[in-house]
């Protein structure tokens, strides 16, 4: 008989560490409290037009090919790549818009063109991101992190010593570029970690890399076909997915031995038990108090990654003016995010970001139609009310009004918000998070909490709570390692002698 694991939660890191458990001989079941798997890349869809309801920025390419190349597939053969040129656009105060240049050269003269002789600092920039990126996406990031001895390794380490890693990325951009609107768009990308640039290491330049030099790309079909083929490959390895099944308690033995799970509709037995749900859910409400590695104390001093205000729209007219990725940088950055993070309440001056698929994928809206998702990130754990949803639609449309010059309000005919109360009801987020647990300097590797449980044996962990951290790809990292260290501990019954 097959050595039996349940997998909790069918988002990236789940259906990743599901994938690979299956393929390594091992009997896997995903159970899934959603009706449709994902997580928070779900995908909602309402007359004719298509939301990705979580990701919408596709970056590193090539994890998500090393991903599918485990089970001997291609991305082509999966679904279609897009790279999206302009990246993106950014607009600034005063309604300058800049939309950045896919094209490497074309991006250098860009840059010299808003600083002199800020091309030539880019090319420095990127020279030195590259080789964090390659050691960091090509060696630290598939490490469990249970210990700092995994790190003990020499080209490692050297590779990293001629870099600048512990320097805050803020003052590492501003090392090299002057010009405010170029150390935006130098800082931005770390926002995806969920952390501030002037709080984050300038190991994660390695973003700027992934950003600048790697590319911002689209699946056709939106992330929902991400979902899809990550589904299709984990069933193809012999995993079963179960929709609607609230994991409730995970049953650990007296000998403090995970032995499976029990939701609504009964008890599933197991030999392992891989959580990828959010890690504090999973703490506070699956286990008894002595079966948590964390205190409540622990998670109270956590930099969570931020929350989000989303509105999902369908306009019954194209948006013109409008890119695929607009980023609202129109507002001081520092002040929302010391509104993030320092001073946590509603931003008075917010930023906003919005996605427009149909710009670049007709199936995401009916013929002469648009869809539009908005995201103002916010400060997780707030007070969510219907009236405060509606006071930052007001004010986000007015800006988006201002930018596209008109209203396109009397055009909407599909409206959907969704904030902290949705993601702590859909997902059980912590504080209603969108993504996770910040990669702060002190919230980085072993400093995370484990994806090994200290108090339970057969009992893991994945997802965007532990290692490596937020963001799609490091999800599915999060899944393959998780599963490589499970392969280690407890190999399969199968391959035993
Ligand atoms: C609005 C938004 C925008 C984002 N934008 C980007 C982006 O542009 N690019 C990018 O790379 N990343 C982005 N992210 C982050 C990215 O989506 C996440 O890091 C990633 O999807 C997390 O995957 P996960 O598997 O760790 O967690 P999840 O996707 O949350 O998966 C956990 C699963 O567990 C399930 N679950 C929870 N509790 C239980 C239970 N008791 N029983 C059974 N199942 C349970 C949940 O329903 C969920 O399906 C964004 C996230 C959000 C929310």
Not at 433 to 449: D, E, K, M, S, V
Not at 463 to 471: A, I, K, N, S
Not at 478 to 491: F, N, T, Y
């Amino acid at each position: 008989m097959k050595t039996r694991a349940i997998v909790i939660g069918s988002g990236f890191a789940g259906t990743a560490a599901a994938a690979s458990l299956a393929q390594k001989g091992y009997a896997v079941t995903v159970l899934e409290k959603n009706a449709e798997p994902g997580g928070r890349a779900r995908v909602w869809k309402q007359d004719g037009f298509s939301f990705d309801m979580g990701p919408s920025f596709y970056w590193m390419p090539e994890v998500f090919e090393r991903f599918f190349a485990r089970f001997g597939v291609q991305v082509k053969d999966l679904y279609d790549l897009v790279r999206l040129d302009p990246s993106y656009s950014v607009v600034f105060p005063a309604g300058e818009e800049w939309a950045v240049p896919a094209d490497r050269k074309a991006l250098r003269s860009f840059f010299d063109g808003h600083e002199p002789g800020a091309g030539k600092a880019l090319d420095e920039f990127l020279e030195e991101a590259k080789v964090k990126y390659d050691l960091g996406m090509g060696e630290l990031v598939y490490r469990p992190s249970l210990s700092w001895s995994e790190y003990a390794h020499p080209g490692l380490i050297g590779g990293l010593l001629k870099t600048k890693v512990f320097r805050s990325l803020r003052k590492h951009v501003r090392a090299h570029f002057k010009h405010p609107h170029l150390q935006a768009l130098m800082e931005f990308p770390v926002l995806f970690l969920g952390a501030a640039p002037q709080n984050t290491p300038a190991l994660y330049s390695l973003m700027n890399y992934a950003d600048l030099e790697l590319g911002t790309w689209y699946p056709m079909g939106g992330m929902g076909s991400v979902v899809d083929a990550m589904v299709r490959v984990a069933r193809e390895q012999g995993a079963e997915f179960r929709m609607n099944e609230d994991v409730q308690e995970i049953i650990v033995d007296r000998n403090g031995r995970a032995t499976g799970v029990r939701t609504a509709s009964g008890t599933f037995s197991a030999d392992i038990v891989v959580a990828s749900a959010d890690y504090h859910h999973v703490e506070r409400d699956l286990l008894r108090e002595e079966h948590r590695s964390y205190s409540p104390d622990f998670w109270k001093k956590r930099t969570m990654a931020p929350s989000t205000l989303l509105f999902f729209l369908g306009f019954d007219r194209e948006l013109d003016g409008l890119s695929h990725h607009t980023l609202f940088f129109d507002e001081p950055l520092d002040l929302h995010s010391s509104e993030i993070y320092d001073h946590p309440q509603w931003p008075s001056r917010p930023l906003f970001y919005t996605s427009c698929t149909s710009k670049t994928d007709p199936t995401t809206a009916p013929a002469g139609h648009e869809n539009l998702v908005i995201l103002i990130p916010i400060a997780p754990g707030l007070t969510d009310t219907e009236t405060i949803r509606e006071q930052y639609f007001a004010t986000v449309m007015d800006r988006l009004a201002r930018h596209i010059g008109f209203d396109p309000r009397p055009h909407l005919v599909l409206k959907r918000s969704y904030c902290i109360n949705d993601l702590e009801a859909d997902y059980n987020a912590y504080r209603g998070n969108a993504y996770g647990l910040a990669n702060t300097i002190l919230q980085t590797g072993p400093l995370r909490p484990r994806v090994k449980s200290r108090k339970v044996s057969g009992l893991y962990f994945t997802g965007q709570l532990t290692v490596p951290g937020p963001g799609v790809p490091p999800a599915l990292i999060s899944g393959q390692v998780v599963a490589d260290l499970i392969h280690k501990e407890i190999p399969s019954r199968t391959e035993r002698p």
